[in-house]
T-cell receptor
Framework: GAGVSQTPSNKVTEKGKYVELRCDPI?????LYWYRQSLGQGPEFLIY????????DSGLPNDRFFAVRPEGSVSTLKIQRTERGDSAVYLC?????????????FGQGTRLTVV | AQSVSQHNHHVILSEAASLELGCNYS??????LFWYVQYPGQHLQLLLK??????LVKGIKGFEAEFIKSKFSFNLRKPSVQWSDTAEYFC????????????FGKGTHLIIQP
């Protein structure tokens, strides 16, 4: 597609439920990043993939968070036993390759609200 | 660990005023620096970036930024702002030798009054 696509755009879930957030990167981009943006804050790095493998997951806040990218394209961020503190906008970005001097393109984000 | 500090959280200017948004980072090694902008209801977009070479970089829409290594700064400037520049601006850094995710500042909410 023309840009990074994230679905759904909005998700409301009850505390304790499981959610999946999807990211469809720009075609041909091998690197994919997930960020979380809380109200009044800048995006916070969660995890990035180079191809199918998670190259750095040091930003995942705890083991309730998990992400996959099985075929090296679409990625899914999975959150188990959601908590109200997980409410945020989850951003996905992709770049041609995972190098520091490569521009990352962001999606519109998924706004997750845990009630 | 890297960190980014944006000094101004809210800035209100009149059209045609000059703009400077401060950004300081903490990291001892080589860095790549970015300014992203988020217009209301839109996704983050790259304004400009510094990787190496001329420390004065020019971006889209008349924005520029100067990398001052001795001050660990990468301030964003525009000589004459327009109402359409109303947006959230984020400074970000990544270590030059790696492929880690970006470290962002908290952002500056810029409002341009017509």
């Amino acid at each position: 597609g023309a840009g990074v696509s994230q679905t759904p755009s909005n998700k409301v879930t009850e505390k304790g439920k499981y959610v999946e957030l999807r990211c469809d990167p720009i075609s041909g981009h091998t690197a994919l990043y997930w960020y979380r943006q809380s109200l009044g804050q800048g995006p916070e790095f969660l995890i990035y993939f180079q191809g199918t493998g998670a190259a750095d997951d040091s930003g995942l806040p705890n083991d309730r968070f998990f992400a996959v990218r099985p075929e090296g394209s679409v990625s899914t961020l999975k959150i188990q036993r959601t908590e109200r503190g997980d409410s945020a906008v989850y951003l996905c970005a992709s770049s041609l390759m995972a190098r520091a001097n490569t521009e990352a393109f962001f999606g519109q984000g998924t706004r997750l609200t845990v009630v | 660990a890297q960190s980014v500090s944006q000094h101004n959280h809210h800035v209100i200017l009149s059209e045609a005023a000059s703009l400077e948004l401060g950004c300081n980072y903490s990291y001892g090694g080589t860095v790549n620096l970015f300014w992203y902008v988020q217009y209301p209801g839109q996704h983050l977009q790259l304004l400009l970036k510094y990787f190496s070479g001329d420390p004065l970089v020019k971006g889209i829409k008349g924005f520029e930024a100067e990398f001052i290594k001795s001050k660990f700064s990468f301030n964003l400037r525009k000589p004459s702002v327009q109402w359409s520049d109303t947006a959230e601006y984020f400074c970000a850094v990544v270590s030059g030798g790696g492929a880690d995710g970006l470290t962002f500042g908290k952002g500056t909410h810029l409002i341009i009054q017509p």
